[in-house]
């Protein structure tokens, strides 16, 4: 409706991937480089990861428009619950491979034949994994098996899998991965735009349906949808759309914030924006605060202060417990130092055993600071937004 009306050639902000709209934020820019130099070493693994509507499906129908079929025999498959004897059967059908009867050897043997019959012709073959958070750890396996076929010493496929957070996280902890680990040779995490990217990013979706700038947007309007998407393209692409129809039906030439407002009001209310919002970029479940409004846990929320409380006894806690352990092992290292000055005969094995203790506290010592340099980091981030919002004009008002 919103297109015609506006004089449109298309529908910009459709939430299915299409690599005609394609827009290279800085993360998107990464991601195709780590594709790129992955594409180019013809073997292994490259995995990119990232949260629902981050853009996955995008960048890699943008990458698959750009290469030469006749180089590269592409399969794409998108995976529900599968083990490790259907991956290899939907892996064939893939490819387009007829297998008699269905089992496993029969595929592998479809697969393997085909396979040597691309390399034969010259031609490079690629499998795409969509949604790998949802594979058994047993496909993910067979996934890593396909990949041991070889002419010669030329590996005949390479795999890219593409998936959610968790599936990042299965890939960094599973023991039974070491050996896939081993094979993956470029990765990256898609992450949000940032808040100057979504005006760029809206512009271009218009730009390229033949948008003259009728209907125009209120600068402030971007800050605000960066706020209630947390950056995310796909939510974005829902949130201009609904104000776009908005702004058909009232016939606006202006997008402003009170569009925005009400648009976000009607998400909440038909349930859809919850839908779309699941989960912040950063990995966190609860949907974005509609402008205006918010929680204790959001940058925008009446309970600021209370938060950055909390994240500064968080800091001081996390100080006190480095302090703690810190002082035991000096403790500690003092007690070898006295026993190996003056040893006493029968004490040797205690001295051995004070300074495998002392080992085992820095080895801790080591492992905690390193997660607690991470938590600090996101604590520190977290409490800049919040003190950043707290300081501006709208927070004053609320406060007051």
Not at 33 to 57: D, H, M, N, P, R
Not at 86 to 108: E, M, N, R, T, Y
Not at 340 to 349: K, Q, R
Request: glycine fraction near 10%; charged fraction near 25%.
């Amino acid at each position: 409706m919103f297109d015609q009306y506006y004089g449109f050639e298309g529908r910009p902000f459709q939430l299915t991937p299409d690599p005609a709209f394609y827009f290279e934020s800085a993360t998107h820019r990464k991601a195709l480089s780590y594709l790129g130099y992955g594409l180019a070493q013809g073997e292994g693994f490259v995995v990119i990861t990232g949260e629902v509507g981050a853009g996955k499906s995008t960048l890699v129908a943008h990458l698959m428009a750009t290469i030469d079929p006749a180089r590269l025999t592409a399969a794409c498959i998108v995976t529900s619950a599968l083990d490790g004897e259907a991956i290899v059967h939907v892996v064939a059908q893939a490819f387009g491979l007829p297998v008699a009867g269905h089992d496993k050897a029969s595929a592998l043997g479809a697969i393997e034949g085909f396979l040597h019959a691309e390399a034969r012709a010259g031609r490079r073959c690629l499998l795409i994994v969509d949604e790998a958070q949802n594979l058994a750890i047993d496909a993910v396996e067979e996934l890593r098996m396909l990949s041991n076929f070889q002419l010669g010493s030329h590996p005949l496929l390479q795999t890219l899998l593409l998936g959610q957070p968790e599936f990042r996280a299965t890939l960094l902890e599973s023991p039974l991965l070491e050996q896939l680990r081993q094979r993956v040779i470029a990765t990256h995490h898609l992450t949000a735009m940032e808040p100057r990217e979504v005006q760029a990013y809206v512009e271009h979706r218009l730009g390229r349906v033949g948008w003259k700038g009728n209907p125009g947007f209120d600068h402030r309007l971007f800050a605000e949808v960066h706020q209630a998407t947390g950056g995310i393209p796909r939510r974005i692409n829902q949130i201009v759309s609904r104000l776009l129809l908005l702004g058909a039906v009232e016939k606006r030439s202006l997008i402003d914030l009170d569009m925005l407002g009400e648009v976000l009001e009607e998400l909440d209310e038909d349930g859809t924006r919850a839908l779309v919002c699941q989960g912040e970029p950063n990995g966190g479940g609860a949907a974005p605060a509609p402008v205006g409004q918010g929680s204790a846990s959001h940058p925008g929320g009446p309970d600021a202060k209370a938060a950055i409380a909390l994240i500064e006894a968080a800091l001081a806690t996390r100080d006190v417990q480095i302090e703690e352990l810190r002082h035991a092992m000096l403790e500690l290292a003092d007690k070898v130092e006295r026993r190996n000055d003056a040893p006493l005969s029968g004490e040797t094995l205690e001295v051995a055993a004070l300074q495998d203790q002392l080992a085992q506290a820095a080895a801790q010592n080591a492992r905690l600071e390193a997660r607690l340099e991470e938590q600090e980091r996101t604590l520190r981030h977290t409490l800049a937004m919040l003190i950043e919002w707290f300081e501006g004009g709208d927070g004053r008002r609320r406060a007051a």
